[in-house]
T-cell receptor, first 115, second 111 residues
Framework: DTEVTQTPKHLVMGMTNKKSLKCEQH?????MYWYKQKAKKPPELMFV???????INESVPSRFSPECPNSSLLNLHLHALQPEDSALYLC??????????????FGPGTRLTVL | KQEVTQIPAALSVPEGENLVLNCSFT??????LQWFRQDPGKGLTSLLL?????REQTSGRLNASLDKSSGRSTLYIAASQPGDSATYLC??????????FGTGTRLQVFP
């Protein structure tokens, strides 16, 4: 199994809703990542979990809350989002963070629309 | 702060042409340089990874080179096909364990 799965594929939510994005990998990778990608822009790193601990938070607003329940699962909890948070949210994983051979594997993304 | 730029921003070519996509980065202290492909509205697919100690990597019709001293990487696509149409992103991995992405090149190969 060499894939990263993300659910849901599409999500529409109001500014008062609470929702969660889910990401899963079964490759035994020890690092997992959340990226945000706006249209025609490159992905921007949000969070990194390394060995199930939050290692990088790129000054993301608190309305985004990551969670790593175990080494295979990564969640992103959403609350009180703004319309400008509408984007493609990408999850990635890698085997050995910090090594020069480390390749990130990306999921298909969740297309989020905030009304 | 690492900045990664890609030239050209967009490229439209007929099938069969050999292509060169360029990537430049401001901080030469990178662990590796990776090239990804992204189809519209989809996730990223890793194409090639070049370690800082390497000069180039090849996979099928793709060849990527890295020159750390000049802060440049190129992706060479031989005998382009319509299926190669996508956005190509380069990304440098630095000592902060962050992957910094370039601005991307949107490629269209027409029959």
């Amino acid at each position: 199994d060499t894939e990263v799965t993300q659910t849901p594929k599409h999500l529409v939510m109001g500014m008062t809703n609470k929702k969660s994005l889910k990401c899963e990998q079964h490759m035994g990778h020890r690092a997992m990542y959340w990226y945000k990608q706006k249209a025609k822009k490159p992905p921007e790193l949000m969070f990194v979990y390394s060995y199930e601990k939050l290692s990088i938070n790129e000054s993301v607003p608190s309305r985004f809350s990551p969670e790593c329940p175990n080494s295979s699962l990564l969640n992103l909890h959403l609350h009180a989002l703004q319309p400008e948070d509408s984007a493609l949210y990408l999850c990635a994983s890698s085997q050995r963070p910090g090594l020069d051979t480390d390749t990130q594997y990306f999921g298909p993304g969740t297309r989020l629309t905030v009304l | 702060k690492q900045e990664v730029t890609q030239i050209p921003a967009a490229l439209s070519v007929p099938e069969g042409e050999n292509l060169v996509l360029n990537c430049s980065f401001t901080d030469s202290a990178i662990y590796n340089l990776q090239w990804f492909r992204q189809d519209p509205g989809k996730g990223l697919t890793s194409l090639l990874l070049i370690q800082s100690s390497q000069r180039e990597q090849t996979s099928g019709r793709l060849n990527a080179s890295l020159d750390k001293s000049s802060g440049r990487s190129t992706l060479y696509i031989a005998a382009s096909q319509p299926g190669d149409s996508a956005t190509y992103l380069c990304a440098g991995l630095g000592d902060t364990d962050k992957l910094i992405f370039g601005t991307g090149t949107r490629l269209q190969v027409f029959p």
